[in-house]
């Protein structure tokens, strides 16, 4: 009995010092949404060894409007996405800003005045280089077309919010005739609920919050905190899947248990199958979905950012645009099959209520709605799959993507910007 009681001890030992070998030299292995509940040094040290960005390599942004901690890449700083997909291009050198424009792209020293620009874009990683050339992205393909000059100020892992904290920051020194406010259908509700989550935080007794980011005591502990990606691993699981984390409460909200969600899905033109989403990546989207179709979710909490951006247009004389831009599988909504049906329904009625409501609320504002959706379906339909818009595996827009965004656009751009 003994005996055998070790030989499992054994086999545990030796299973465990494989994975945590497998860890070390594969960090890659580890999932970057468990990534983020690892302990601050090891999670530092992976980040940096697979080109992910950390706070030391980003910098602190205050902000006036109660949402969390923001942080920007540093100026200079380069972007070493990965690349899972054929086509996409990394390693790209951010501008004397810390975004995402062609270098040099105005010769300005950091912190020297900032020259006038005819049109600045705002937006989360759809509007950002992301997987792309910072030269392909839609707002370079405007302002070549329309022979104006352009910054884009595009953020990723940013929602409404955040994209006007970086415009008052990085845009407004810059005095803009347009600015273009890019609105990702996909996440944004998500992003406004975690400013409205952490604003609630802030109201908690100062107890429970402390309570909230105890971490674990104890020597052993400590060090298996520090050192052992395994410990790291096992505990951001146990995270992911009790603690009150954003993505769990719009699990909560959506009724939904988000580790038994198949986002996965199919584009089938003729002959041609391309499987989308593998991974499973961006079930915050389809949660944010369901919990629509429950009710958890009212459309009014974009209210504020729309408020806020017509306020700035006001105040600094730009002309505010408000951009829809679409899920991969909203723009293919034809061709698309999904692993799970049941889930069709609820993500096409989420995407058809944002786009009503932004037409709607923003119309209201006095300020101008472009919805990207028809055009890019459109444009889908002539493509095919010849030059699909959007990475099967990280749903970003690829080069044609963001070619078929600026020609949405581009009527919209030259009333404004047109000779």
Request: with cysteine; net charge negative.
């Amino acid at each position: 009995m003994i005996q055998r009681a070790l030989g499992v001890a054994a086999f545990v030992l030796i299973t465990l010092a494989m994975l945590e070998t497998a860890l070390q030299l594969a960090p890659r292995l580890i999932p970057p949404a468990l990534l983020q509940q690892f302990a601050p040094e090891p999670r530092r040290e992976i980040a940096e060894a697979r080109g992910l960005r950390t706070r030391a390599s980003s910098r602190s942004i205050t902000r006036d409007d109660g949402g969390p901690p923001l942080y920007l890449p540093l100026p200079g700083t380069v972007d070493k996405s990965e690349t899972p997909d054929a086509g996409m291009s990394t390693g790209m050198h951010r501008d004397e800003d810390g975004f995402c424009n062609p270098v040099p792209s105005s010769g300005v020293p950091v912190g020297g005045a900032r020259p006038p620009v005819d049109l600045l874009t705002v937006g989360d990683s759809f509007t950002y280089c992301t997987t792309v050339r910072a030269e392909e992205t839609w707002t370079v393909a405007l302002a070549t077309r329309l022979g104006v000059s352009a910054r884009n100020l595009g953020t990723t892992g940013k929602g409404p919010m955040e994209y006007l904290q970086v415009l008052h920051s990085f845009g407004l020194s810059r005095p803009p005739r347009v600015v273009v406010f890019a609105y990702y259908g996909g996440n944004d509700v998500r992003d406004m609920l975690e400013v409205l989550a952490f604003r609630a935080l802030l109201e908690r007794p100062t107890e429970e919050a402390a309570a909230s980011r105890s971490e674990p005591g104890g020597l052993i502990l400590a060090t298996l905190d520090r050192y052992s990606r395994v410990y790291n691993l096992t505990r951001a699981l146990v995270r992911m899947r009790y603690a009150p984390a954003q993505n769990l409460e719009l699990a909560h909200l959506a009724g939904a248990d988000k580790s038994s969600l198949d986002f996965g899905y199919e584009i089938r033109l003729g002959d041609t199958r391309v499987e989308m989403n593998p991974e499973n990546a961006d079930v915050s989207e389809l949660l944010s979905a369901l919990a629509f179709a429950r009710g958890a979710i009212a459309l009014d909490l974009l209210i504020e950012p729309l408020e806020r951006l017509s306020a700035l247009g006001r105040e600094h004389d730009f002309v505010p645009i408000v951009a829809y831009i679409p899920s991969a599988h909203v723009v293919y909504a034809e061709w698309v099959h999904f692993d799970d049906p049941a889930l069709a329904s609820s993500l096409a009625a989420f995407d058809e209520a944002q786009r009503v409501f932004l037409a709607k609320h923003v119309a209201a504002l006095g300020m101008r709605f472009v919805d990207t959706t028809p055009a890019l379906r459109a444009s889908a339909r002539a493509a095919r799959v010849r030059d699909l818009f959007y990475f099967p595996t990280n749903l970003h827009l690829s080069p044609a993507g963001h070619s078929a965004v600026a020609d949405a656009l581009e009527p919209a751009l030259r009333d404004e910007l047109g000779p």
